[in-house]
């Protein structure tokens, strides 16, 4: 009956919500709840349902709903908290997709109005024509939205430049917990007494806030009564830091601050963490913007990714146990190296031995920043069960006690059996201890009270607090009581219950909380599990599939907007199923038990993988190389061993054999995909319409190519794919001619069988068909490796080979598809190494030419555009720009099955890129961009083509 009434409560609270707010803004079904049980914390909890308010009367509107039905109510943002705060047994107020407006700039007072969603990195951007910023600098800047930073008290790098976001925090409109919707500074009789109460309980404890409050500006451990004037209460220093506890805030006015005119950073590398540390105050004698800290684990751990170890190596000589990134800001290039030539004397009155690196340019300095933000994720890229996680990672002590804290902490971990990784802000003594804890296990379990317990009391002892800017959430109110004592935690109580007497706002968070090892809450315990899947790929490496799934540490940085790859769907939807992160915790859940009896053949997962372009971006932008692309693969196979492969997925995936027996008759084939009758069919089909499959060529590239290619001894082999086969012969010719021109023997080969690599198989989850490729291409291929390099003009027939056999391909044979993938290159890195043995034999147009560039995803993310920006720069008087374009949205079939979505991603940026530059020339090596642009009317060359025009 108690189920029952539960149920019925819940149908209740549904329909008043979706009355109150619109039906598509309320989800609580099983997935979305799911998905919004975790943030980047150790932490899970299931979560009542999901809202997604438009507007602050939306806000309002939940808070009644929620008040009558007793639901507590929890805001959240990019759900970037790493302490468990975006988590919790209430209905979440997801403001990321609507609330994200900016309200109102004010050039005279240096401040802007926002609303809460907005990620604080779009509105840096959109001040950056003003030259103002927001003063704190989170490195989740590009994920963590403002209401967010403002409910965590935010801070960053330049902590001792700008302070915390409390700080610049001017005005704050909020929805208290009764509903009411108000200015904090207005004077409505509930906000006097709310500033009455306030001030008597800062008042009353006013020895116990002097003698227990931490010896650090950078604190966010409990309401800040610290900050509480009891003569004028300002009560935007409490909601500032409280983790949504008090109230919601609907809108923001902060104060600016302008942007610096010119940085420059020295790395100063250290034999020992302890010698960096003491190093620091010294340093900041000298006024630095920033001092950052980065310990040789996450510096190893950066040399393993293929996305980020390019940069460190520009910064990084040597082996340095700890790195010290110094910042300063400057008015003039004389300036700033008076500030380095200061450093460097200091460094050597203090006997510094190391060496000194400078980052001076903007490109420079974003390797070093890129890095520094990107290190909670490089340091989750750890295939262990045991993870450097977030739980004392966080506490700050007076940077003059920095040093003998962190001995301390040593101590700690090692007498717990275990090591640690260690980095951050040194100038605010707050540096992010990770220390390796497998909380699967006893001991692990073990180990996270112990350090935790331990950690707390070192923190205490040197003056510091457990928490510098990542809040206490649910890893730290624990221990509010042993850094505050009862009497300030009784206020701190007080101050909760005078602001939401029904503790319905976010409750268990700083006051009243769980203990931080609870297994109820915990994402990770001894008795976690996962059911077994017989996969196709090889997952060893990462301990299994779900191991792949569980290399998500929640971090969101694929909730980025703007600028990268990764992730387009997420981009195109602003809906937390379609990101990267949403689709590993899909596949994470269902594998261990949450969605029985479906498991891998739940629809629930199944719509979650449905908007996956594939597109291979998550394996080089998340610092944890999360390959969702393969995941996608491996999930939709098992899926279709239980449902059955659809008749659209075996289509797409035998394109090759489509278009063989299309060729047969290609101008009877051409017009049965444009007329009527071909579309009915195709509907028949199942197949979509709005936009027809690429149009065959009336001679295969092969049949002209075997008699105009080299034969005999070759210096390379061109493996023909089905685009360039079938579709696209002209780029094949193009290729043939400048060969030709440089005088060098370029062979041509169909892959044997079927003559396809299996991308599209691949994409579709035929796996067993895929690796049945795969394996006749490998064992044809490795028998002609001595033969010259293989040479790929398709990206996603060139990733097939070096990124998926490898590990598709049966064990016996991983180490031929190794060697063969190592003698894969695409068209234009192999014409840049002709060209520069070569460039005498050619002749060039001598022709001006303005060429904007967009790279293939799969190339992109695996082996990178740059020679195929060299290539084109070759071209004399060329002029060549790539375009930060991200996907182009087609992606194989995606583009076909998802029209909508997928011009919608194109016209986020590369669409509109290339019409703001109608004159210049467009090159694009991957066959689905160039349709996607040349569907929207713009000319479009492969790469390999617009070198053969400019020949003479």
Not at 55 to 70: F, P, T
């Amino acid at each position: 009956m108690a189920a029952i009434q539960q149920d019925n409560a819940a149908r209740e609270l549904v329909a008043d919500l979706q009355t109150a707010i619109g039906e598509g803004q309320v989800k609580f079904d099983y997935m979305t709840r799911l998905l919004y049980s975790t943030d980047a914390s150790n932490y899970q909890i299931m979560p009542i349902g999901v809202t997604f308010p438009r507007n602050a009367d939306d806000v309002v509107a939940i808070h009644e709903v929620a008040r009558k039905h007793h639901a507590p109510l929890l805001p959240r943002g990019g759900g970037s908290s790493l302490a468990g705060q975006t988590v919790g047994k209430a209905v979440v107020m997801d403001f990321s997709r609507h609330m994200r407006r900016v309200r109102g700039v004010n050039a005279d007072t240096s401040s802007v109005t926002v609303e809460p969603g907005l990620v604080l990195g779009h509105l840096n951007k959109q001040l950056r024509g003003m030259g103002m910023m927001v003063g704190p600098d989170p490195a989740s800047a590009e994920r963590a939205t403002v209401g967010g930073c403002i409910g965590n008290n935010a801070s960053g790098s330049h902590s001792i430049l700008y302070g915390m976001t409390a700080d610049h925090v001017k005005r704050l409109e909020v929805v208290l917990a009764s509903g009411e919707r108000v200015w904090l500074d207005d004077s409505q009789a509930s906000l006097n007494a709310l500033r009455q109460k306030v001030a008597s309980l800062a008042r009353d404890h006013q020895d116990e806030i002097a003698a227990r409050f931490p010896k650090t500006f950078r604190t966010v451990a409990g309401y800040a009564l610290n900050k509480i004037d009891p003569d004028d209460v300002d009560l935007n220093w409490l909601f500032a830091g409280s983790e949504g506890t008090l109230g919601t805030i609907v809108q923001a006015e902060l104060n600016l601050v302008p942007v610096p005119k010119m940085r420059r950073l020295a790395l100063l590398h250290f034999d020992t963490v302890r010698e960096s540390l003491e190093a620091t105050p010294r340093i900041l004698e000298l006024n630095p913007t920033a001092v950052e800290m980065m310990d040789r684990m996450l510096m190893d751990r950066t040399r393993l990714n293929p996305e980020f170890a390019p940069r460190l190596v520009q910064f990084v000589e040597g082996d340095p146990a700890s790195l010290l990134a110094v910042e300063f800001y400057g008015e003039s290039d004389a300036e700033l190296s008076a500030h380095v030539d200061s450093l460097k004397a200091l460094m050597a009155r203090i006997g510094h031995k190391g060496v000194i690196t400078l980052a001076t340019t903007a490109q420079e300095q974003a390797n070093v920043w890129a890095v520094r933000k990107a290190g909670l994720g490089l340091l989750m890229s750890e295939r262990s069960e045991a993870k450097p996680i977030a739980f004392v990672e966080d506490a700050a002590v007076p940077v003059e006690n920095l040093a003998d804290y962190i001995d301390d902490i040593d101590r700690i971990v090692r007498e717990a059996g275990t090591t640690y990784s260690i980095y951050a802000h040194a100038s605010a003594g707050c540096l992010h201890v990770r220390p390796l804890v497998n909380l699967k296990s006893i001991k692990g379990r073990q180990q996270y009270r112990q350090i935790a317990e331990a950690a707390t009391d070192a923190a205490i002892k040197y003056s510091g607090t457990i928490t510098g800017e990542h809040g206490k959430g649910l890893s730290r109110s624990e221990f509010g009581e042993k850094l505050f004592g009862k009497p300030l935690m009784g206020a701190f109580k007080a101050i909760k219950t005078a602001f939401d007497p029904d503790n319905l706002m976010n409750p268990g968070k700083i006051v009243d909380a769980t203990l931080m090892d609870d297994p109820s809450t915990l994402r990770y315990t001894p008795e976690y599990s996962v059911i077994e899947l017989d996969t196709r790929f090889d997952w060893s490496a990462d301990g299994g599939l779900s191991g792949a799934a569980e290399m998500c540490n929640g971090a969101g940085v694929c909730r980025k907007e703007g600028d990268g790859t990764m992730c387009p769907s997420y981009m195109g939807t602003l809906d937390e199923a379609h990101a990267t992160r949403g689709r590993a915790n899909a596949l994470r859940l269902a594998m261990s038990g949450h969605l029985r009896p479906d498991h891998l053949g739940s629809e629930a997962v199944h719509g979650v993988f449905d908007l996956c372009l594939s597109c291979k971006a998550c394996k080089a932008e998340c610092p944890s190389s999360v390959d969702v692309a393969r995941m996608k693969a491996e999930f939709l196979a098992a899926y279709h061993d239980v449902h059955g492969t659809p008749l659209t997925s075996r289509i797409f995936a035998n394109i090759h054999r489509l278009n063989a027996l299309g060729s047969l008759m290609p101008g009877i084939s051409n017009l049965m995909l444009t007329s009527s009758v071909g579309q009915a069919l195709a509907r028949v089909a199942g197949l979509p319409t709005e936009r027809p499959l690429p149009a065959l060529t009336n001679r295969r590239f092969s049949r002209w190519a075997t008699s105009s290619a080299a034969s005999g001894e070759v210096d390379a082999t061109l493996v023909i794919d089905t685009f360039t086969e079938f579709n696209h012969p002209e780029v094949g010719h193009a290729l043939l001619r400048v060969a030709d021109a440089l005088g060098v023997r370029l062979g041509v080969m169909r892959l044997p069988d079927q003559g396809c690599c299996g991308r599209p198989a691949i994409s579709k989850g035929l796996l067993d068909q895929a690796k049945q490729m795969a394996t006749a291409n490998v064992q044809h291929l490795s028998k002609r490796t001595a033969d010259g390099p293989f040479i790929f003009l398709e990206p996603s027939c060139q990733s097939a080979f070096v990124d998926d056999y490898p590990g598709l391909v049966d064990e016996p044979l991983q180490s031929d598809a190794a060697l063969v993938a190592s003698v894969c290159m695409s068209a234009e890195s192999w014409l840049v190494e002709q060209l520069a043995e070569n460039r005498a034999q050619i002749t060039w147009d001598e022709q001006p030419r303005e060429i904007l560039l967009h790279g293939h995803c799969h190339q992109k993310a695996l082996w990178g555009t740059t020679s195929t920006k060299a290539l084109l720069q070759a071209i004399p008087n060329a002029t060549v720009s790539e375009i930060d374009s991200g996907c182009c949205g087609v992606a194989g079939s995606f583009g076909y099955e998802h029209y909508e979505l997928s011009l919608k991603i194109a016209n986020q940026r590369l669409l509109p890129a290339i019409a703001a530059r109608p004159d210049a020339l467009v090159a694009a090596p991957g066959t689905s961009c160039r349709t996607q642009i040349d569907e929207a009317g713009h000319r479009v060359w492969h790469p390999v083509e617009l070198v053969a025009q400019a020949l003479g």
